[in-house]
């Protein structure tokens, strides 16, 4: 399994929830995460994407860090088993609602 992959299933279960998984690019900010994912009633998490058993490098910690400090739901995904699972949380479906890294 590919990281590639897996941000293409985000992408795809994230349309079929009305929402979009649209790609991060702050130029002259490194390390933010790869994905804004935004669903129905202003619902919003970034995801950091990894291949199976890879983990962030230590600025893309930082910035998961800072940006959960800022009220924001941030996740670490490197299994594709477990997009419904951070869908569910950024909607509110979830009982979890902390935007921890789900591996």
Not at 37 to 64: D, H, N
Request: charged share 35%.
């Amino acid at each position: 399994m590919r990281e590639r992959e897996i941000e293409e299933k985000l992408r795809v279960e994230s349309q079929k929830r009305g929402g979009l998984a649209m790609k991060f690019v702050s130029p002259g900010l490194i390390g933010v995460p790869d994905r804004i994912v935004v669903l129905p009633q202003g619902r919003l998490g970034f995801v950091e994407l990894k291949a199976p058993g890879e983990k962030p490098r230590k600025i893309q910690v930082r910035r998961m860090e800072q940006l959960r400090k800022l009220g924001f739901l941030v996740y670490v995904l490197d299994d594709k088993g477990k997009i419904g699972e951070i869908l569910d949380d950024i909607q509110g479906i979830s009982l979890s609602r902390g935007g921890d890294s789900i591996h």
